[in-house]
């Protein structure tokens, strides 16, 4: 299917493939077994400066367009997903920064974000709420012109690793969202979450402990908390579907290379046996799907509409095809496909992660459908 992507694209998503195949790809076992993405890759991710790439030239941003963003993401998801979350993660911080904070916490943190020498973190989910705002338990308390934060993240990405963290916390007027350093004496890194996938990512809890945080590191207004985190989640979705599809993509990769070599008889079971012939062409008309739905939202972003209702819509579609495909792809494999000698093992494992994380499936349903109602 032709996308009509122009040349500056194919040229960012030829680049991205050629850094993903030769810096990532030969470490994947020894992450997968180490459990921890080295520092020196992480930064050369950064350096590729995949944040900045749909961010205004002002803020240190190539000002290329955002499908060229999904066309790197999903590059790099091809690869290995859990690599592109270092990017996404930052991306959203500093999608956040420009939209909502004001000039002098642009000025200190965003050009950073967008040019890879600093790494951001998102952090609203606690341990008892992951999309309810009326569920938050951290606090922010005025005390001068500053604020004293105390309370609870979990689950987030570069908990332990970002140098700039966006803090949503309860105040008398409501939620609202800090930017907070996290050399922070009061910002505490807690335990690393253990997942059946994404075992190399930096994840876990943030424990705020009277965090002193001055008033204009608020963004935004105080009580806007919340619609800058649904502002936000619009544009991470999306960018996250991105990885769906390139782990999709990986997985029918992956399953007509092994039909087309593994034998019955002499003969490859891709050309023998029905079945396998019937799930690779589901498979692959999944990950089309998946693909046109995804650059049709892209190019919707690129011309400034409201994405809200097809971001949800989309997070559905390409996970739960990406979960599928990857099921799918182990079928295909037989006995092999469980076995951690084999990628589609791990690529299954990361599909079911991917589908959950930004939001499950149900509340996607909700988001979508009220969308709908109220038009």
């Known amino acids: 299917m032709d996308y009509n992507f122009t040349e500056e694209e194919l040229n960012i998503r030829n680049t991205i493939r050629q850094f993903a195949r030769k810096e990532i790809a030969p470490l994947i076992d020894q992450i997968e077994k180490e459990k921890k993405i080295p520092e020196d890759l992480i930064q050369k991710i950064m350096d590729m400066k995949i944040t900045g790439l749909p961010f205004p030239e002002k803020w240190g941003g ?5 499908t060229s963003l999904l066309l790197a ?4 998801s091809y690869v290995y997903l859990p690599c ?6 930052s991306a959203m911080t500093a999608y956040g920064f420009l939209n909502y904070a004001s000039d002098y916490l642009k000025e200190k943190y965003l050009k950073g974000l967008l040019t890879g020498s600093l790494k951001g973190a998102w952090a609203f989910t606690e341990p008892e709420t992951g999309s309810d705002p009326k569920q938050i338990k951290a606090k922010a308390v005025k005390d001068g012109n500053d604020w004293i934060l105390n309370g609870t993240k979990r689950f987030i990405t570069n908990s332990g ?3 700039i963290a966006v803090i949503f916390a309860l105040t008398e007027k409501g939620v609202t969202a800090f930017a907070v350093e996290t050399q922070n004496p009061g910002y505490i890194v807690g335990k690393r979450e ?3 996938a994404f075992g190399g990512t930096d994840n876990g809890d943030i424990i705020l402990e009277d965090a002193r945080v001055e008033g204009k590191n608020i963004m935004g207004e105080e009580g806007q908390g919340f619609n800058i985190l649904l502002g936000v989640e619009v544009f991470a979705k999306v960018v996250s579907c991105a990885g769906n599809v390139g782990l999709a993509q990986a997985a029918l990769d992956y399953a007509v290379q092994y039909a087309k070599e593994k034998t019955h008889r002499g003969v490859p079971i891709g050309l023998k046996f029905q079945m ?10 999944k990950v089309a799907a998946s693909r046109a739905f995804l650059y049709s939202v892209g190019a919707k972003m690129d011309k400034g509409e409201n994405v809200s209702a097809e971001s949800a819509l989309l997070k559905i579609f390409t996970g739960a095809a990406a979960r599928e495909v990857a099921s799918d792809a182990v079928q295909v494999h037989g006995a092999y496909g469980l076995s951690k000698e084999y990628a589609i093992e791990r690529i299954y494992r990361e599909s079911k992660f991917n589908e959950v994380v930004l939001g499950t499936s149900e509340i996607q ?3 979508a459908a009220n969308a ?4």
């Open 161 to 163: 690793i970002a140098d």
């Open 276 to 285: 396998t012939q019937w799930n690779l062409a589901t498979m692959a008309s």
């Open 372 to 375: 709908l109602i109220r038009g």
């Open 84 to 89: 592109m979350f270092y990017a996404v993660v």
């Open 365 to 367: 349903r909700v988001i």
């Open 194 to 196: 253990e997942f059946l």
């Open 73 to 76: 993401i999903e590059e790099m």
């Open 62 to 66: 190539s000002e290329a367009s955002f």
